[in-house]
């Protein structure tokens, strides 16, 4: 990838956006919303902020498609053929897919590459193929009876995605529910709907039938609520905050108690032993593992949980790197970290930021608004030492690039300080010890624990929460598990 191919691209035009709505494209009896880059304070285009009514019209649409088989009922070879052909258009279309989200939502182009329609390409590949292979049962009754378990599909699935990694995130929903036969209405973020809108255009050319995926954009409180309350949605999945998730439940239990499934972000324990097997790669891996894509991850590693024997050199190491990395244009190859997503964003960040400094922790590094002349938001990499289990940097989600450091005696104290939060996405620990790896993974309450690593992104596994993280997996086949309905049937012989 060249700079001038993205230079090209980051100066198209974007055509005002409408909604896809039951094969067509439409546009909203609501108004618009201006879609300003957080790079550069560049007006893109416009989205429809989408009426309730327009979102009635999209589950209908959804409804009478599933309703009448046009694509639950194709053999399953058939909307593999689909599915596959998607995923050939995201992976034609990679670098126009990655400019468009980096102007819409500001991550550093050469991780939105291959985080956003790479790994998109990827999640349509892996459940195209699951399509024909995932088999029903036949239950082990008593020999008078036949006991078949078959697998359908739920039938008209939610699905509300946040604007950290639309495509990413929008595939793992998309990929298992529509290769389970279901059909899906999907409500990007406010601040970031145009990969997504593009997705629906590709998936109509790729052959998905009209009204099975539909795309609606808008306000949260006004089309997500409808969403989330109407009688005809089945299922609802959904990655973005607590808040959010506390009223889906609520949304759901007022209408037709449909299935939940949330992933809600995280307050990841990073741990490091003195006896790691390489402190250097640790330090590298401990900033990246919350300086990447200025923090805006949910399985950030935003606690650094340090033995108390190493700490301020290790706290040192990390510091190091992040006043090397280079913060810019998400849209400049030379830029290591990007931008912060928006105005509301930057200002939580730096409230958390003030918060810290009056709690008592020691700001070690950054903390400040940076690279106003460039017109976007952006931020330095930031790092407080002294950080305490009370503090509210040390229980709540910042979604920025703020690390909290506290230090510890030994295993027991840094696993009881790692489970001390209501959040339990993610952790890491990094050891030379075998047995205290394994220790650490059964003993740190998350959904997945890194060992001598942070991060890793492949669809073969699955990645959720325990506690108030959520619950569901997306990823791996279990995540099919969400979009589909065991059917059983007594056939006595
Ligand atoms: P964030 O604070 O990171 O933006 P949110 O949970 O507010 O996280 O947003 C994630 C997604 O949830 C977005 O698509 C947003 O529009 C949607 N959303 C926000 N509020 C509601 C709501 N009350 N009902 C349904 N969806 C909502």
């Known amino acids: 990838m060249q700079q001038h191919q993205i230079d090209i691209l980051r100066s198209q035009t974007v055509a005002p956006q409408l909604l ?11 108004s618009q ?42 053999a399953p070879g058939e909307r593999k053929r689909v599915l596959l052909k998607l995923a050939d258009l995201i992976q034609q279309n990679e670098l126009e897919l990655a400019v468009l989200g980096v102007r819409d939502n500001g991550t550093e182009i050469g991780m939105a590459i291959k985080a956003e329609p790479g790994s998109a390409a990827g999640t349509f590949r892996y459940y195209a193929e699951a399509t024909d292979k995932v088999y029903g049962e036949i239950a ?13 599909p739920v039938g ?13 995130i929008g595939a793992w929903k998309l990929a298992p529910a529509l290769a389970a036969g279901n059909s899906v209405v999907l409500k990007p973020a406010e601040e970031a709907s145009l990969t997504l809108l593009r997705l629906a255009e590709l998936a109509a050319e790729a052959g998905i039938p009209d009204g099975v995926f539909n795309v609606v954009t808008g306000q949260g409180s006004e089309v997500g609520e409808e969403l989330a309350l109407s009688m005809d949605v089945d299922v609802l999945v959904f990655t973005g905050s607590g808040n959010t998730g506390r009223r889906l439940l609520e949304y759901s239990a007022r209408s037709n108690m449909k299935r ?15 006896d790691a097997p390489d402190l250097d790669k640790a330090a590298l891996g401990a900033a990246m593992a919350i300086f990447r894509n200025s923090g805006q991850i949910c399985v950030s590693g935003s606690r650094l949980l340090v033995e108390h024997t190493i700490h301020d050199e290790f706290v040192a190491k990390v510091a190091q790197h992040a006043e090397n990395l280079r913060v810019g244009n998400p849209l400049e190859l030379s830029s290591q970290i990007g931008a912060i997503n928006s105005q509301r964003q930057l200002t939580s960040n730096l409230e958390f930021v003030a918060k810290a400094k009056e709690q008592g922790a020691d700001l070690v590094t950054g903390g400040e608004q940076i690279l106003q002349s460039l017109g976007g938001y952006y931020m330095q990499p930031t ?18 690039p703020v690390l909290g450091v506290t230090p510890f005696n030994n295993e027991a104290q840094a696993i009881a300080l790692a489970n001390d939060c209501n959040y339990g996405l993610a952790g890491a620990a990094w050891t030379s010890n075998l047995g205290r790896a394994h220790r650490m993974i059964k003993a740190v309450n998350t959904g997945g624990m890194f060992i001598n690593t942070y991060g890793g992104a492949d669809v073969t596994m699955p990645l959720g929460g325990v506690k108030q993280s959520g619950n569901g997996v997306d990823k791996s086949l279990h995540a ?13 012989l």
């Open 480 to 492: 099919m598990d969400k979009y589909i309905n065991l059917k059983t049937a007594w056939i006595q």
């Open 260 to 274: 939940c499934y949330l992933e809600l972000g995280g307050k990841s324990a990073n741990i490091v032993f003195a």
């Open 156 to 168: 008209v699935v939610g699905a509300i995605v946040p604007w950290n990694m639309p495509l990413m």
């Open 20 to 30: 896809f709505i039951d094969g067509k494209w439409q546009p909203g009896t609501g």
């Open 140 to 152: 082990p009754t008593s020999a008078s009876f036949l006991g078949l378990i078959h697998k359908q």
């Open 383 to 400: 790092i407080f030492t002294g950080v305490e289990s009370h503090h509210h940097l040390a229980q709540h989600e910042v979604f920025g």
């Open 33 to 74: 919303l201006e879609i300003t880059s957080p790079a550069d304070g560049e007006v893109i285009t416009t989205i429809e902020r989408a009426s309730r009514a327009d979102m009635q019209a999209a589950i209908k649409a959804a409804r009478k498609s599933f309703d009448d088989g046009r694509w639950a009922n194709q």
